[in-house]
């Protein structure tokens, strides 16, 4: 019997057996695999929209996004144990790269953010530390006791705070708040008490003033801005005003993609990036926003499976710690663009414009990955 006669006599169920043999043994989860495209997928065509229908820019993008599937590849073939191993080595190189960048950084934009070698493109030390962070502090509490005594957890706080802190000097607050709201998913998982969250809550709440009084002119601007954007609608209060009138003119279904008037007419700022869900709001209404949320939604339900299923303690806190981060982008940017958060920069995952922070996100899902499909040890 020739190949092709063979394969014409499997039974469906046997086919699919077989492709999913074919995905595990490259470590790829077909659910998580499919949502990711299903979710990128949808990104593209709004982002078509919002780029004004620029082929060449959309086409930048699609080879950005296969640049960083091709890294969730790769990453979800490293072994888990080899991940906690150099989890403290990863973390050391973030935080000298994180110390260079205020040194000898390359500035933009009133920014100093990127580190420049020659020869190769700049890149943001940053972005890495958005992985370091859950992996030292998973790999941190897995090899003591949970849940973690109150000496455990305030030397978690001082892996936490740390990198966030260089971060925030660059200043770049958006990745800052990822940073730290990574290493604090961890944490969390880790089963500390409730009150001890209820009392870092209180405390934060309390140094709010202390907070305020070390801010940069611009982000306390930003503060004043989300309390009340009518008060400078031509200024500081342009983009919000601008994403809530986006937002509120698509209805129940939209204008109809393509027909959006505040992108297209250059009324929304930043609407292939930051603001592209009220790109999304305007041109496909309240049901095109749901259906990237159920998207969203069912990935982050995946994700914290997965993170029930790890083979040891490091493993369900680190796929947790990610899944939980991945929350973290999306709730920021749609509270952010909503009016809910000041605005800090943070771009819809999988969604907006840009190769960073895609390749960042699918690196982490490639960890999750990993932790899907290695096979967990055998009992004694």
Not at 125 to 148: T, Y
């Amino acid at each position: 019997m020739s190949a092709a006669d063979f394969r014409r006599t499997l039974r469906p169920t046997d086919r699919f057996a077989r492709r999913q043999l074919w995905l595990r043994r490259f470590h790829l989860d077909l659910p998580l695999v499919a949502l990711i495209l299903l979710t990128a997928g949808y990104g593209l065509l709004i982002l078509y929209s919002a780029l004004d229908r620029d082929v060449v820019a959309l086409q930048g993008q699609i080879s950005r996004l296969a640049v960083a599937l091709g890294v969730m590849v790769v990453v979800a073939q490293i072994d888990l144990a080899v991940l906690q191993r150099w989890a403290p080595v990863i973390y050391g190189l973030g935080m000298v790269m994180l110390v260079l960048v205020l040194l000898v950084g390359v500035q933009a934009k009133g920014a100093q953010r990127w580190l420049g070698v020659p020869g190769l493109p700049r890149f943001q030390p940053s972005e890495l530390m958005k992985l370091a962070v859950p992996l030292m502090v998973a790999a941190f509490l897995a090899d003591r006791p949970l849940p973690p005594t109150g000496k455990t957890v305030l030397q978690v706080l001082a892996m936490i705070a740390a990198p966030a802190l260089l971060i925030a000097l660059q200043p770049d607050l958006g990745t800052a708040i990822l940073v730290a709201a990574a290493g604090f998913a961890v944490v969390l998982l880790a089963g500390i008490p409730w009150r001890w969250v209820f009392f870092a809550g209180f405390a934060g709440l309390a140094a709010l003033p202390g907070l305020w009084m070390v801010m940069r002119d611009y982000q306390r601007q930003r503060v004043l801005t989300l309390i009340d954007p009518e008060s400078d609608p031509l200024g500081a209060g342009w983009n919000i005003i601008q994403s809530k009138i986006a937002i509120g003119s698509g209805g129940l279904f939209g204008k109809g993609l393509f027909e959006g008037t505040q992108s297209h007419l250059n009324f929304l700022p930043e609407s292939h990036t930051d603001f592209i869900i009220a790109v999304l709001a305007e041109e496909l209404g309240f049901l095109g926003v749901l259906g990237l949320l159920t998207l969203y939604f069912l990935l982050l339900t995946r994700g914290l499976y997965i993170a029930t299923q790890g083979r040891d303690g490091f493993s369900r806190l680190l796929a947790g710690g990610l899944t939980l981060t991945f929350f973290t982008y999306l709730f920021v940017n749609v509270a952010m663009v909503s009016g809910l958060l000041p605005v800090v920069g943070v771009p819809l995952p999988l969604v907006s414009y840009g190769g960073t922070s895609a390749l960042t996100l699918l690196a982490g899902f490639g960890v999750l990955m990993a932790v899907a499909t290695q096979p967990k040890p055998l009992a004694a």
